[in-house]
């Protein structure tokens, strides 16, 4: 049994190094990668077993979260806590945090 919990261990903490924070940005609009941006808002979407089923949040709508800007900045993110409660309930919820970011004016 000792043995068992050992390997248990060892796979959590390896599936925890290996992990990394995923992130990607959309720039829509006249903005640019060098524009200086500020960020206006922020949502967890949920979803569950690894990704495949849809919960809260998963559908959003961007003009709900920047209102009438015409240029902005979506980066949907996979953070440290993210995965790690991924890795915590073994794929059954995986959330991910979607950011929204305005030119400064």
């Given at each position: 049994?000792r043995?068992?919990t050992?390997?248990?261990?060892?796979?959590?903490?390896?599936?925890?190094?290996?992990?990394?924070?995923?992130?990607?940005r959309?720039?829509v609009?006249?903005?640019?990668?060098n524009?200086?941006?500020?960020?206006?808002?922020?949502?967890?979407?949920?979803?569950?077993l690894?990704?495949?089923?849809?919960?809260?949040?998963s559908?959003?709508?961007?003009?709900?979260?920047v209102?009438?800007?015409?240029?902005?900045?979506?980066?949907?993110?996979?953070?440290?806590?993210n995965?790690?409660?991924?890795?915590?309930?073994?794929?059954i919820?995986c959330?991910?945090?979607?950011?929204?970011?305005?030119?400064v004016?």
């Amino acid at each position: 049994m000792r043995k068992k919990t050992q390997q248990l261990c060892c796979l959590m903490c390896a599936a925890l190094l290996f992990a990394s924070c995923y992130t990607t940005r959309t720039y829509v609009g006249d903005i640019q990668p060098n524009d200086q941006i500020t960020k206006v808002n922020h949502v967890t979407n949920n979803f569950f077993l690894w990704g495949l089923a849809e919960g809260g949040h998963s559908r959003i709508s961007d003009k709900d979260y920047v209102k009438d800007e015409k240029n902005y900045v979506v980066e949907k993110q996979q953070t440290f806590v993210n995965g790690l409660l991924n890795v915590i309930t073994w794929g059954i919820y995986c959330p991910m945090t979607t950011n929204y970011y305005v030119p400064v004016k």
